[in-house]
Nanobody, 113 residues
Framework: QVQLAESGGGLVQPGGSLRLSCAASGFTVSSAVMSWYRQAPGKERELVAL????????NYADSVKGRFTISRDNAKNAVYLQMNSLKPEDTAVYYC??????WGQGTQVTVSS
């Protein structure tokens, strides 16, 4: 079965860090464009970061450049999002995505003191 499962969300203070994980099954992450999106209450879902297949190029939303890093572990068939210097405006449900069409269930990230 082709699916994605996110984990690693939680409550963190401003300036803190979290690492989100996305475990893939039914396909290999090395063969897909993998992305992280987020959706805050009352807002549309937005692209946060993506990593391509060949060459593993990455791209980030301006709001997270320099703070977030997307990476892929082919041996574990997983994708990660390292989030540093977190801000309250990073609070959202974060979703893992494959090639635009496949979504995980999401993991809540709350940045608050």
């Amino acid at each position: 079965q082709v699916q994605l499962a996110e984990s690693g969300g939680g409550l963190v203070q401003p300036g803190g860090s979290l690492r989100l994980s996305c475990a893939a099954s039914g396909f290999t992450v090395s063969s897909a464009v993998m992305s992280w999106y987020r959706q805050a209450p009352g807002k549309e879902r937005e692209l946060v970061a993506l990593i391509t297949t060949a060459g593993s190029s990455t791209n980030y939303a301006d709001s997270v450049k320099g703070r977030f890093t997307i990476s892929r572990d082919n041996a574990k068939n997983a994708v990660y999002l390292q989030m540093n210097s977190l801000k309250p405006e990073d609070t959202a449900v974060y979703y893992c995505n494959r090639d635009v069409w496949l979504w995980g269930q999401g993991t809540q990230v709350t940045v608050s003191s």
